[in-house]
């Protein structure tokens, strides 16, 4: 009986601690994202650090939600995401940092394959055919890609966020 006292008595201690270390990560990065904010958005890249073809993750914090997301460059093009594909709350790239078909051609989820277009969002194929990905306002300035948060009602972001 004891035993079990403690063992809960620890459980809710670790708990606790676990959650203010959170909520505190959280401020932090949420000051400096507005600390560092420019055009709207946080600076997420270089242009030259994604060349065509390729996916670079970060975070933003949009309102009260610590959001994935992934900026992508289609032929010379950037468009930036939620990292949450549209047929489940997971990410595309579960292998981690896998976003393309094996051809370039589609982003594809790994979990049960729907395929996107990279420039739309668009899922072309699978179990969410017809929806689009979460896309985000993308803006280049001085050779560096800026990604700003949704606008409007951000209460959808709450099944998403981290
Ligand atoms: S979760 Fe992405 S296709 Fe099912």
């Given amino acids: 009986m004891e035993l079990t006292l403690y063992a809960s008595a620890l459980f809710l201690v670790a ?20 600390g560092e904010a420019r055009s709207g958005g946080k600076v997420v890249a270089g242009v030259d650090e994604i060349p065509a073809g390729t996916v670079k993750k970060f975070w933003l914090i ?13 032929r010379g093009q950037f468009r930036a995401y939620i ?4 047929h489940m709350v997971t990410p595309l790239d579960f292998v981690r940092y896998q976003f393309f078909t094996e051809d ?9 394959g729907a395929l996107y277009e990279p420039d739309t969002g668009l899922c072309v194929d699978g ?8 896309a985000l306002p993308v803006v280049v300035d001085r050779a560096e890609i800026i990604v700003g ?14």
Avoid at 104 to 112: K, N, P, R
């Fill in 15 to 34: 708990y606790l601690v676990a959650l203010t270390v959170r909520r505190l990560r959280f401020r932090r990065d949420r000051a400096r994202m507005i």
């Fill in 127 to 134: 179990p969410c055919e017809g929806l689009s990905l979460h």
């Fill in 104 to 112: 370039g051609s589609h982003l594809v989820c790994a979990t049960h």
């Fill in 62 to 74: 949009c309102g009260k939600y610590r959001i994935d997301c992934f900026v992508v460059n289609h």
């Fill in 83 to 86: 990292n949450s594909c549209r």
């Fill in 149 to 162: 948060c949704p606008s409007g009602d951000l209460s959808f972001l709450r099944e998403m966020a981290d």
